[in-house]
């Protein structure tokens, strides 16, 4: 396990793994309150990686530090350090619309525009002054989402229009049309029936091939499904979140070295 | 751990009402009856009224003459009934007017929804809506005596009442209303869509004028139709300031005379009742009337797009 590694080893793996994201003792406060204590959580490139843990413990509060998406709320404040591509997100001079272009974002709730299917997806390339063929763009991010042949036909009518997988999909393909380096996706199914779940999972593992993505999830299974990697946090009795182990998916399913974790998996609370 | 619940004849009698809380009852829906029977029967007897005063005036003068006619001169011994000069007046001040608010008001909705802190919020949306709670008599008397003299020193030629003096003073009372309004439609936009634009790489600019504004299009065109029918129905101002010369003009600095400013006129001389001058405020109220009425139907229609634009 990484942790038992010496600082130096640590780095030397990092390199050898391509670590596109280094999360490194990150905390998140609002105001006084302190949601996200001192996590890290290297992430590897065109590998997904899972956050579970209870409702509460700091899953999106974490991952929207990770596109500078909680500059939005006044009180928020973070501490420690995010490298993305070597760089640090919170450095002094690193710009927020830079970051969230090149980290794209899912919400929880399919949040499409009031505007027709296209101009949904053409709306990042549009406003990042993309010069070269939208309608290709389009095409081909609708592809990508696997979408395209269940709305070829009607680009031009509203969003609203489609189901809510769909929909959901289709925020998919907006994020996507920007081409992003990093997809951050919190809790994208939990608005969706079964079907439309297995759509997005299937989705995610196609999408493996060419982003890397951090999903906060709720459902084990689902974690257990799409994910290469897994975080579980918890969060203590003041109830700042805390990072209890992160591992390979499959060892943190079968073999997890802490009992905390063991008794979230087997359901024992949570 | 079961908890003791009371029988229920103990709880039927506690519910029971005595005569006298029944009797009250009674006595308060009738009053709210009576109440809103009055609100109605006013409007009626304001509709009737005007229905009658108008068609006794269009017996006399033919609707043909009152469209076309392009000089309104009842009170003069050479009479002309065109309406077109109060209503070229009223269009061309309420018209200045919404010039005037439209750009700040909405500016002013931007900066409330989709910028100012909590606080500034706090205390500048009351602020703003004082503007509107403002005496229109105050804004006459402003337009007349400040406004216009700094018009006559910027553009010579400007006459003592003139347009655009009561189009910028309406213009600026009516801000309020135009923010406001627009600010409700644009704090009504989930979100959830501001973050979708916000996670794409959005501006926050980008993000109001590309995606706040146009869902909430639809609220902010209903609030521009709300505040036309305001600045067309506005009197104050437009009798103190803009004048009492029904004028056929598009220069915003003649003296010209809109409807209201006309009721006015002919309401404080004294034109005996049942004349033909009489019946004109009529005829006017019922043009006024009808203008309104279906800058409302419209703006209604609007309005009610407008619940259809967004989940
Ligand atoms: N905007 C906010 N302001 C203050 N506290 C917040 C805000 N958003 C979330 N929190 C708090 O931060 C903690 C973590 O929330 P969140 O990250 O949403 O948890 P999760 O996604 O794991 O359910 C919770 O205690 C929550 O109440
Ligand atoms: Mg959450």
Redesign the interface.
Same mark, same amino acid.
């Given at each position: 396990m990484i942790m038992t590694t010496t600082a130096q080893k640590v780095e030397a793996e990092k390199v050898e793994k391509d670590i596109i994201l280094d999360i490194q003792e990150l905390s998140v406060y609002y105001g006084k309150f302190r949601a996200v204590n001192g996590v890290s959580i290297p992430v590897e490139r065109h590998k997904v990686v899972s956050l579970i843990g209870p409702s509460g413990c700091g899953k999106s509060t974490l991952l929207r530090s990770l596109?500078r998406?909680n500059d939005?709320i006044?009180t928020a404040r973070v501490e420690g350090k995010v490298l993305f591509q070597g760089e640090d997100l919170y450095a002094p001079g690193a710009d927020p619309?830079?970051i969230?272009?090149?980290v794209?974002?899912v919400?929880q709730?399919p949040?499409?525009?009031?505007?027709s299917i296209y101009d949904n997806v053409a709306?990042?390339p549009r406003?990042?002054g993309f010069k070269g063929k939208l309608d290709d763009l389009v095409e081909e991010s609708l592809r990508q989402a696997a979408l395209w042949d269940e709305v070829k036909d009607r680009l031009k009518d509203s969003a609203?229009a489609l189901s809510g997988g769909q929909q959901q999909r289709l925020?998919i393909a907006?994020?996507l049309a920007?081409r992003p380096e990093l997809i951050l996706m919190d809790e994208p199914c939990s608005a969706l029936d079964p079907i439309a779940t297995l759509a997005i999972e299937d989705l995610i593992h196609q999408l493996q091939e060419q982003y890397t993505i951090v999903i906060v999830t709720h459902n084990m299974q689902q974690a257990g499904r799409v994910s290469d990697y897994t975080a579980f946090m918890n969060m203590d009795a003041d109830r700042a979140g805390y990072l209890v182990e992160y591992d390979a998916t499959q060892q943190i399913f079968t073999n997890p070295q802490d009992k905390r974790t063991e008794d979230y998996i087997s359901g024992r609370f949570g | 751990m079961t908890v003791s619940l009371p029988a229920p004849a103990a709880v039927r009698r506690a519910r029971s009402r005595s005569l006298l809380s029944r009797a009250t009852e009674w006595v308060v829906e009738r009053l709210l009856l009576v109440c809103a029977f009055v609100s109605i029967g006013t409007t009626f007897g304001i509709v009737a009224i005007l229905g009658v005063e108008t068609l006794a005036f269009f017996q006399q003068v033919p609707l043909f003459a009152f469209f076309t006619d392009t000089q309104w001169t009842p009170l003069f011994s050479d009479k002309h009934y065109g309406i077109l000069p109060l209503l070229s007046g009223t269009l061309l001040v309420a018209g200045g007017a919404m010039l005037v608010a439209l750009p700040v008001g909405l500016l002013a909705a931007v900066y409330l929804s989709e910028y100012a @802190?909590v606080r500034v919020r706090a205390v500048l949306k009351p602020a703003l809506e004082v503007l509107a709670g403002v005496p229109t008599v105050v804004y006459g008397y402003f337009a007349l005596l400040f406004v216009t003299p700094i018009l006559q020193t910027l553009v010579p030629g400007t006459e003592v009442f003139n347009a655009a003096s009561a189009s910028i003073v309406m213009g600026i009372m009516i801000i309020p209303l135009v923010s406001s309004l627009s600010e409700d439609a644009m704090s009504a936009v989930?979100r959830?869509?501001r973050?979708?634009?916000?996670?794409?790489?959005?501006?926050r600019q980008?993000t109001t004028v590309?995606?706040v504004i @146009?869902?909430a299009a639809s609220g902010i065109m209903a609030s521009f139709i709300l505040t036309a029918s305001r600045a067309i129905g506005e009197t104050m101002i437009v009798a103190i300031a803009a004048g009492l010369q029904p004028k056929l003009t598009l220069n915003p600095f003649e003296s010209v005379e809109t409807m209201t400013a006309y009721i006015v006129q002919v309401s404080l001389g004294d034109t005996p009742h049942g004349s033909l001058e009489y019946q004109t405020i009529f005829a006017v109220g019922t043009a006024l009337f009808v203008l309104t009425f279906l800058l409302n139907v419209v703006s209604l229609g609007v309005v009610r797009r407008f619940r259809e634009?967004?989940?």
């Open positions: 596109n998406m939005l006044p619309i830079d969230r272009f090149r794209g974002m919400f709730k949040n499409p525009f009031p505007k709306f990042g406003i990042n609203y925020c907006r994020t920007v | @802190p989930p959830s869509l973050e979708a634009a916000l996670a794409l790489g959005a501006t980008e590309k995606v @146009p869902a634009q967004y989940q």
